[in-house]
């Protein structure tokens, strides 16, 4: 299933995401210049698109743990 009509090969996994059971997040560049995020072991859910600035924003909070 291709999600966000974006190539299949082209997801990264998060090298944070195990195979605990727990969730598996993945992610890829948009010809549109955002970042799509999906759940790897849920991908018929889709994925949610993000702009780079807000999503950087976002890695930043957590890898500080501020979030």
Not at 39 to 49: E, F, V
């Amino acid at each position: 299933m291709m999600r966000h009509n974006l190539p299949e090969g082209a997801w990264q996994k998060s090298s944070y995401s195990g195979d605990n059971r727990g969730t598996c997040i993945e992610t890829q560049p948009t010809d549109d210049h955002r970042v799509a995020v999906g759940d790897s072991k849920a991908r018929a859910l889709g994925a949610h698109t993000f702009a780079p600035g807000p999503w950087q924003s976002f890695v930043t909070a957590v890898s500080e743990g501020t979030l």
